[in-house]
């Protein structure tokens, strides 16, 4: 098990043991047992670092990773025989252990740069072997000139070449391991093991080259110095083994060796070289001569540092080559870049400024240094740029920051800039902000916002930014307004007048609109005629606002050639309590239905404030709109009648037929709620309703004639409906198909949606040519002037209850407006009907005036059909 601690530890302490004992027991068998365990240890390591070399090559099929391991395995292979052979009796052990170390040595050093992590290129390899030849010989100089030359005169030269060897080899491997690029650890383990090798052997090889006499009578220290030989010898290659294998197997690139350290050996050869120098003086100094011996390991030092200094010499110039062109390359990407550089110090003052800012922003060093960059920016930007630039002192990494800079000619750029922390580089000691103009990106980001936010049609603000600004203002709590409001009647204006006109139409009233509101308010277009504003006022002060707006835009529109009126319900909410924008926008909207609805009666707009029975009464409207078209369809509608009974005899003369619709769900909707629902919804659905009313009537009466009762039926109709083209052939063929007299259809319009006099006379004039009498129903609440009768084709006048009910507490005569119509209507030849009767006072009322008929429900509520065919038959005979 090479290589386990465990293992290598009891090993060692074994071959200690062994190696004393057999040093107590005899020199000879010591020197023997040394040289045995010595050999051991060596090769069965030896074997180890060969086949770690040849898997290695194996596996990358390369022989540049597996060199290192493979030198290793041979030097201690190399120690191994030559340690073996010196335990021979019959050899001349001195001579075989020198020359082992003189060959082992250097196999050592070249497996220990040839390993992959150490030294990478050639340059590096020959800088370790001179750092180390140096060291190794100024160390053996100082040595020997103070302690060696007197003692060893004489020496041998083989023992003087094994023991520079040593020093050189020693101190070379001390230097690889300790300046290792990679693998650190492994390198230190091969590099200690190598020494312990080395200077194992080479103790081994002087001791045994210093001893002339016969082995029994070898001194004790010899004996113990080969022990602690031997203990070397055994170490060193387990250490080899044991840093190779953690070496790593791929060779390091020649770009990782950091050529800048190169001269980081400098200090460990200068304080040898110093004390060599220390030395020398002091053996001159104190009489003493050098001799052969000293000048040459002087010479040797003073050329190892000599060539060291070529070398080193030859790094600096390519070291200065290179920084220049660093340099020169920074200064044109620099000088050459669009972009500003700048460094400020942790004060936030500028200390230097790229070339570019006076190419870029027209500032010069004047303008800029030793001033704070605050002075520079906007000062609507300091505090957001001071607080960026903190961030990055206090330990952020990058931030980018965007700000408006004055550049020299005082006008204000847009600029983004990245700032990084320096202060750590003692070349820079600051931050380093990198400036850019970006105000064409500025100019086009706002351009584009324009588009976004802005309508193109009329410079308003479009839905997109209305809400947004609302959401804003709620999210901030701040209390604002909204209105909307939308001009009527504005599709009839392309429709008559074209596009153009209606696109002049829409800019006039956005220019209202600016007018109309303060400065601090946004109005926006919603969408075709639709518009709002966001007002920051109360919602009183807003209600006033908004009856400026329907008032200004109710004002004519003068366009060449053109006049257009128009009008604008206007409707008000409050935006915090409805607690979103889009929420306060239907809100608004909600309450511009309603004013919308409000103002149908009247010419001009109408103001409203949202109110939550709007809510209400929307979706009811909704669920009108929803489910009447199906109406018919699903049996919901359904036509009642009321007796019209002569007041004289109390006997019926006719019946009004109204319509009733009754919904699952809703329940029972009046007409006048959904027939003009009908007639907005503008799909021919109060066309189809009317018709069907009408054929319903018609077969009511039908049904009533051909039982002999002589009665007459009158249908209500809206004015719409009776300006309609189809209107007249629909009356016609319902008389046709169910082959009734044209004199007992009676056609009713109500006085207030009574249309023009022309259109009138026209329609009215169209049914009597048919021979259908028409009747003025509800006459009283409408503007119809009395003199208009005259002018009007009608045959009844229906006067409504306001015009004879007595007001409480009061008496007197009947009411003389009474008398009056009467009267009139007689003199025309118009029969007069009392609608509303419903106590025996307003029967004596209409008949002291004249009246003749009457219905209400005092003659009769209405019914269904059968129900009022039972009151035909017990009103048959005149009542007593």
């Known amino acids: 098990m090479i290589g386990n601690p465990r293992t290598f530890w009891l090993a060692l302490l074994t071959t200690a043991a062994a190696l004393t004992a057999a040093a107590v027991v005899g020199p000879v068998l010591g020197r023997v047992a040394v040289a045995a365990a010595a050999a051991v240890a060596a090769l069965v390591h030896a074997g180890a670092l060969i086949r770690l070399a040849l898997r290695i090559h194996h596996g990358r099929s390369d022989f540049g990773p597996c060199r290192g391991a493979g030198f290793l395995g041979m030097g201690a292979l190399l120690t191994g025989a030559g340690v073996a052979l010196t335990g021979v009796p019959a050899l001349s052990h001195g001579p075989i252990a020198a ?55 004489g020496t041998a030269p083989l023992r003087l070449a094994v023991a520079v060897t040593g020093s050189v080899a020693i101190a070379v491997a001390v230097v690889t391991g300790l300046r290792a690029v990679r693998h650190r650890p492994a390198a230190l383990g091969c590099a200690g093991g190598a020494a312990l090798s080395i200077v194992g052997l080479d103790v081994y090889s002087l001791l045994l080259l210093g001893h002339h006499g016969a082995w029994p009578a070898v001194p004790a220290t010899v004996t113990a110095g080969l022990v602690l030989a031997g203990l070397a010898m055994v170490a060193g290659p387990f250490l080899i083994t044991a840093g190779a294998r953690r070496a790593g197997d791929g060779p390091t690139r020649p770009e990782v060796f950091d050529e800048g350290g190169s001269l980081a050996a400098y200090p460990l050869l200068i304080g040898p070289a110093l004390l060599a120098v220390a030395v020398s003086a002091f053996h001159l100094l104190t009489g003493g001569r050098f001799d052969v011996t000293s000048v040459a390991l002087g010479l040797a030092a003073f050329g190892a540092l000599a060539v060291r200094e070529l070398l080193a010499a030859r790094d600096i110039r390519r070291y200065a080559l290179r920084l220049a062109g660093r340099e020169a390359r920074f200064r044109t990407l620099v000088s050459g ?47 957001p740029v001071t607080e960026a630039l903190r961030a990055v002192l206090s330990g952020r990494q990058h931030v980018l920051v965007q700000a408006r ?222 489910q009447l078209p199906g109406a018919i369809g699903r049996g919901e509608l359904d036509v009642v009648f009321q007796p019209i009974a002569d007041l004289a005899s109390r006997r019926p003369a006719g019946a009004e037929a109204l319509l009733r619709w009754r919904h699952p769900r809703l329940g029972a909707v009046p007409p006048a709620e959904f027939l003009p629902i009908a007639e907005e919804l503008g799909t021919g659905l109060a066309e189809e309703i009317g018709a069907w009313v009408l054929h319903k009537a018609c077969r009511q009466l039908s049904c009533w004639r051909r039982d002999g009762r002589e009665l007459w039926v009158s249908v209500n109709v809206s004015a719409r409906r009776l300006a309609a083209d189809g209107w007249l052939p629909t009356v016609a063929t319902a008389l046709d198909t169910h082959d009734i007299p044209p004199e007992a259809l009676v056609v009713e ?132």
Not at 352 to 378: E, Y
């Open 405 to 626: 800079l004055r550049d020299g000619f005082g006008r204000w750029r847009d600029t983004e800039s990245t700032v990084s922390d320096q202060r750590t580089a003692p070349e820079v000691a600051g931050l380093v902000v990198h400036v850019r103009d970006v105000g064409d990106r500025a100019q086009l980001q706002r351009t584009l916002d324009e588009v976004a936010w802005t309508d193109d049609q009329t410079g308003l603000a479009n839905r997109r930014r209305f809400v947004a600004a609302a959401g804003e203002a709620c999210h901030e709590g701040r209390p604002c307004s909204l209105l909307v409001l939308e001009l009527e009647r504005f599709s009839s204006v392309a429709d008559l007048h074209g596009q153009a006109v209606a696109g002049a139409v829409l800019i006039e009233a956005a220019r209202r609109l600016r007018i109309a509101t303060a400065g601090h308010d946004v109005p926006a277009r919603l969408g075709d005629a639709a518009f709002a504003v966001l007002t920051e006022a109360p919602l009183v002060h807003a209600f006033a606002l908004a009856t400026r707006l329907a008032t200004a835009l109710a004002e004519p529109f003068h366009l060449p050639g053109h006049t257009v009126h128009l009008a604008a319900d206007v409707g008000v909410a409050d935006l915090l309590s409805a607690g979103t924008a889009e929420e306060a926008l239907r809100h608004a909207d909600v309450a511009r239905r309603r004013a919308r609805q409000l103002a149908r009666s009247r010419d001009g707009g109408r103001v409203e404030c949202y109110d939550k029975s709007f809510e209400a009464a929307l979706v009811r409207r909704t669920d009108i709109e929803q």
């Open 337 to 383: 870049s669009t972009d500003v550089t700048i460094v400020l110090d942790a004060d936030l003052v500028v200390r230097w400024q790229s070339p570019a800012a006076a190419r870029q922003f027209g500032l010069s060093d004047q303008d800029a240094l030793d001033r704070p960059l605050t002075d520079l920016l906007h000062p609507d930007d300091h505090g």
């Open 749 to 880: 319009v109500t006085e207030a949606a009574l249309p023009d006099d022309t259109l009138a006379v026209e329609q009215l004039a169209g049914l009597r040519a048919l021979g259908v009498r028409t009747a003025l129903d509800h006459f009283g609440t409408g503007p119809t002037a009395l003199a208009h009768l005259r002018r009007l084709p009608i045959d009844m006048l229906k006067i409504d209850q306001s015009l004879f009910n007595e007001p409480a507490g009061r008496r007197g005569p009947a009411t003389p407006i009474v008398d009056v119509v009467v009267a009139l209507a007689r003199r025309l030849g118009i029969d007069v009907i009392a609608c509303g009767l419903e106590t025996e006072s307003h029967v004596d009322v209409v008949r002291a005036a004249g009246c003749p008929l009457g219905q209400g429900y005092l003659i009769s509520p209405p019914d269904h059909a059968e129900h009022v065919e039972a009151f035909l038959e017990r009103h048959r005979a005149p009542m007593l």
């Open 99 to 153: 020359g082992t170390t003189l060959i082992a040595a250097p196999t050592y050093l070249l497996g220990l740069l040839l390993l992959p992590g150490t030294a990478p290129t050639l340059g590096a390899r020959l800088r370790r072997l001179l750092d180390g030849a140096g060291i190794g010989v100024s160390l053996f100089y100082c040595a020997w000139v103070l302690a060696l030359k007197s003692e060893a005169s």
